[in-house]
């Protein structure tokens, strides 16, 4: 399996709902990432976990929560959102590989609609 | 700051002709360089790196440490080229993938 699955692929959701993004990977990769990205525009990195814990941040507002339960799965966890947050967020994972870093390998996404 | 500047938001080619799509960076490192693509209705996905000196697909890029730039080059485009086009860089011995404002390349028949 060399693909990274995202669930769900859409979702809309109210300002008062609590939700979650999901994503697989089974390619032995220990490094996964949360990005976010507009319309035209680049994936903006999120949050980034290395062996199963968070080594990045950016400075992300806490009604996203993401957690790593396993080396395969990565989840987001969302509450309180806002209409601004509308964006499709990207999953993606690579290999840790010592001196260079490996590519990144992106699932579809899931396309969130916050209403 | 690092950054990542891809000047051109639409690059337009005649099929058979040669296409460069441009990527500077500002970083006072040694760089690692990527080249992702996203073809329509397909995930994000690498398409080279620097360390590689690969072609893939025909398509090459070069890092100019003195010109800070890592443009992609095509001697002869095709209608399969056309895509959204993304430089990244990551600074040596971080997880920090910063990307470019993309470069979408439409290849005309």
């Known amino acids: 399996d060399t693909e990274v699955t995202q669930t769900p692929k859409h979702l809309v959701m109210g300002m008062t709902n609590k939700k979650s993004l999901k994503c697989e990977q089974h390619?032995?990769?220990?490094?996964m990432y949360w990005y976010k990205q507009k319309a035209k525009k680049p994936p903006e990195l999120m949050f980034v976990?290395?062996?199963?814990?968070?080594?990045i941040n950016e400075s992300v507002p806490s009604r996203f929560s993401p957690e790593c339960p396993n080396s395969s799965l990565l989840n987001l966890h969302l509450h309180a959102l806002q209409p601004e947050d509308s964006a499709l967020y990207l999953c993606?994972?690579?290999?840790?590989?010592?001196?260079?870093?490996?590519?990144?390998?992106f699932g579809n996404g899931t396309r969130l609609t916050v209403t | 700051a690092q950054r990542v500047t891809q000047p051109e938001k639409l690059l337009s080619v005649f099929k058979g002709a040669p296409v460069e799509l441009k990527c500077n960076y500002s970083?006072?490192?040694?760089?690692?360089l990527f080249w992702y693509v996203q073809y329509s209705r397909q995930r994000l996905q690498l398409l080279l790196r620097?360390?590689s000196r690969e072609s893939i697909k025909g398509f090459t890029a070069d890092l100019n440490k003195g010109e800070t730039s890592f443009h992609l080059k095509k001697p002869f485009a095709q209608e399969e080229d056309s895509a959204m086009y993304y430089c990244?860089?990551?600074?040596?011995?971080?997880?920090?993938?910063?990307f470019g404002t993309g470069t979408r390349l439409k290849v005309l028949a």
């Open positions: 970083y006072s490192g040694s760089p690692e």
């Open positions: 390619m032995g990769h220990r490094a």
């Open positions: 990244a860089l990551v600074p040596s011995g971080t997880y920090k993938y910063i």
């Open positions: 620097h360390i």
């Open positions: 976990y290395s062996y199963e814990k968070l080594s």
């Open positions: 993606a994972s690579s290999q840790n590989s010592g001196s260079y870093n490996s590519p990144l390998h």
